[in-house]
């Protein structure tokens, strides 16, 4: 799938998929004709909004084109749609008031001749945010609960587009926040300027660049760019290092992940309310962790051994290589972790944890040229 239509999926599934499903289903066809769901709440008097059989279809056609990435069999296929059939509606349903309601307004923005002020557009990403972090939980649990029917290669796949996808959502994210702080650029960010176009184009192209990199770096290749410039792929190369050398020593994966959170804390003067949300991405991330080295621990303990007494090179050579395979969805949760808490901090957060550190870098260098100079 190229980058353009990987960035076409991402924008459809955050941004019109919510709307799309948030009706919720009463009368599910095939194997869900049984279950109840609960009512939803009252949806706002009026919108546009599909009919179940329409919601369905979509997740069926959705499926579909990724079966066809997948190369998923029959039985895949329809484990995959009973899947997302069984999580997306139910909390898209239980969101449905909130996000019916956005979505009006969204669309209203949108047909309006005149740009919204920053204060509603301010409003809406408020509100907006937390339903998009609950989602894309949902997206990374989904993931972690096909992995049971998916292929070693499928599961590579799978962690390839999770990668390009928290790219997405990190951008999301980013944006999101910078309007719920008041940052709202008609300019370059409303749909009828002259400037939106090219600045959109850039954006998105950079989010494309950027996910294809992340894709590559989490099955295991070299993208084109690394380190501080390679930007998501970097911070992928950084976590896998990261997350490989706790895994390979005898410490449980992660295990340094609540100092990583204190550290960022610190760094960044977080207030109470923002570390509250911090501990809460760190809890749902280690629970994710915990409950994969529990389903993986028999498998995990024999990699270890074979790598630790390998009757040859060889077999050292594959038991590293299996290790590394099991342990690169840890990679993918520590990644996701830490983008999760780049989206706490505020633009005046950042610089003065900018400030300071450039401060510390101009002490390092005086006090290392005094040594230097020094008799």
Known sequence: MGAKKRLAVLLCLVLFVPAALSQGPRRPPREHDARDFDAPPPPPPAGIWPTDRMMYLFIDRMTEELGKTYGFDEEQLHQTRELWKDEFPVWLNEHREEIQQLTNE?????LDDKPPDPEFVADWAQRVLPLVDEFAERCETVGEQMRPFLTEDQQLTLDGQLAGFRVGMKYLNQRLVGWAEGGFD?????????????SEDARNTQIAREAQE?????????????GEAGGAAGDAAEAARDT?????????????WAK???????????????????????????????????????????ARQAAANPRSEAQRSRAEEQLQRLNRPLDNMFTQLKEKLDSI?????????????EAQDKTRDASAVGKAVKP
């Open 214 to 226: 992340a894709e590559i770096a989490a099955r295991g290749g070299v993208p084109k760019s690394t």
């Open 244 to 256: 490989g050398r706790s895994a390979a020593s005898s410490r449980p994966a992660g295990d340094d």
């Open 186 to 198: 008609a300019e370059t960010e409303w749909h009828r300027s002259p400037a939106f176009k090219p």
């Open 260 to 302: 990583y959170v204190e550290d960022f804390i610190r760094r960044y003067q977080l207030n109470a309310e923002q570390q509250a949300t911090a501990h809460k991405y760190l809890r749902t991330l280690q629970d994710r962790r915990d409950a994969f080295l529990r389903r993986n621990a028999s498998e995990l303990e024999k």
């Open 106 to 110: 969204y669309i209203e923005a949108l």
């Open 345 to 357: 901090p505020t633009r005046k957060q950042r610089a003065e944890a900018g400030g300071k550190a």
